[in-house]
Every structure is written in C-alpha cells, then in structure tokens.
C-alpha cells in the first residue's frame, strides 16, 4: 500500500489535537479486567482517528486497543494491510493530568510493520518512520550515535511492575545503570531512547499496540532491540512482548551481557 508519511501525520495529529486535547484531565476513570485505565477519551480517538484512517486508505482495515478480544483476533487472521492503533498509550497520566501520553499508529503489511507514527500532543513531537526510509521526529532525522557511555553511567528506563520478580529485585539491588525512570507511555518512552533521551530499556509485557509503531522507529533511527528471550519483539499477535532495547550497539551488547541474553551467533 502507497502510503503518503506526512499525510498521515498530518491527520494524527490534527485529530489528536482536535478532539483529544480538550479532554485532558477532565474525563472519568474506568478500569478494565486487566487492572488498566480506560476513559471516554480512549474510546472517542480510536473513533475519529480510526475512521479518518480508513477514509483515507479504503480497503485497509483497523485493529484498535479498546476493540473486543474476539473482535481483535478475527482483524489478526484476516489477510491484508492492517493498522495497529493504541488511541492513548499511557492513559493512567492522561487521566491524572500528566503530560506524558501518546498515540500510537502502526501499519501492518505481509506479516512486517511498514509504517509508524507515535504523536506526543504535549509537546507536539510526532515520531514518524517508513521500513527502510529512516525516522524522524518532527520532519527532523533521528539516527543514533554512539553515546560514549558505560552501562553504570545510562539513563535507563525501566519498568519493574512487569518483570519477573527475581529480576526486578536484583536491578533493585545491583543498579547497573546511572539512573532509572519509568515514564508510562511505552510507545513513547522507545521514541525517546531512539532520540538519544535515554540510552537502555526494559520493559517486561508490552502489547501488540503499545510497542509496534515505536519498535519501527527505534529500529529506522539506529536503536536495537530484542525480547529477553532473544526473540524480534513485534509478532502478529495479541501475545504479549518483553522488550530489551539500546540506543547504541554497544550498550545494547552490555545490556544484554548484564540480562544474561545470549548473544546471537552469526
């Protein structure tokens, strides 16, 4: 499928702006099975953005994250190109007022993501990569440099909540980097490491929305990335994925070293 980039930014963007920004902070919290956060506004984006989409593209069709499971699974066995659409990714700060959240938008074509979008309404940054055309961050290329820097002096973001226990608790104890965060906008938080604002990642259950457009753009800017079991991370699945990640190759093979992945022989 031809897709026209900044076209599609465009529209991310403008709806998001448009129809979510008047939201903030002023809708209801609901919680879903699972413990996460839902509100009115997750619902509202994934409808307009979803339907401006396929306006655009007909023929293509949509996967959204408030969907129902059965719902997602019949989109998952159908041929044909696919968008992956998580309408706020981090709701739980979008709900609270805290401005770290984000729209992510993923193209799915022939089993491979193509295309991505990862939009940050506030502070207006949109991500954006095409498979094999490089990444960008407000039309402006992102490609990573070696940092120059140790495993014990990165900024790492990492999550604990979802890691298994022994490993969390041994980051705890050991803290092989410099400092730590854990943002809460997945999406958001690989575009930043593939923009050099953080240099390692961890993250232990990330779904098919969360990680799929911002995988893409770690990986056109440069960045590495594998599951703990030294696995690709994206799969054509509702299975969840750890994430093992690094803004250069370097630190990316120390991490790696310091998680006990093997190395790949090749």
């Given at each position: ?61 949509l996967l959204g994250e408030e ?200």
């Amino acid at each position: 499928m031809k897709i026209d980039l900044l076209q599609l930014q465009r529209l991310v963007t403008l709806t998001v702006q448009q129809e979510l920004m008047p939201l903030l902070n002023t809708v209801e919290r609901r919680y879903k099975a699972d413990g996460s956060v839902v509100t009115l506004a997750d619902q509202v984006i994934q409808q307009k953005l979803g339907e401006a989409v396929i306006q655009l593209y007909p023929g293509s069709r949509l996967l959204g994250e408030e969907m129902p499971l059965r719902e997602q699974q019949a989109m998952l066995a159908e041929e044909g190109p696919l968008w992956i659409l998580d309408p706020i990714d981090g709701t739980s700060n979008f709900a609270a007022g805290m401005p770290f959240f984000s729209i992510s938008l993923a193209l799915v074509e022939a089993g491979q993501v193509t295309h991505g979008i990862v939009y940050d309404p506030s502070l207006d940054e949109c991500f954006a990569a095409a498979k094999g055309q490089g990444a960008f961050c407000n039309q402006t290329p992102l490609r990573s440099e070696p940092s120059g820097l140790t495993l014990n002096q990165c900024l790492a973001i990492v999550d604990f909540k979802r890691l298994p226990a022994p490993l969390a608790q041994r980051l705890v104890q050991e803290k092989p980097y410099g400092s730590q965060r854990s943002l809460g906008s997945i999406a958001l938080e690989l575009c930043w490491l593939a923009a050099g604002r953080a240099h390692i990642y961890l993250h232990g259950k990330q779904h098919l929305w969360d990680y799929a457009a911002a995988q893409l753009i770690l990986k056109e800017a440069g960045g590495f990335a594998c599951t703990l079991q030294d696995d690709d991370v994206f799969i054509r699945d509702l299975q969840t994925r750890s994430t093992c990640a690094a803004c250069d190759e370097t630190l990316y093979a120390a991490w790696r070293d310091y998680l006990h992945i093997p190395r790949s022989e090749s």
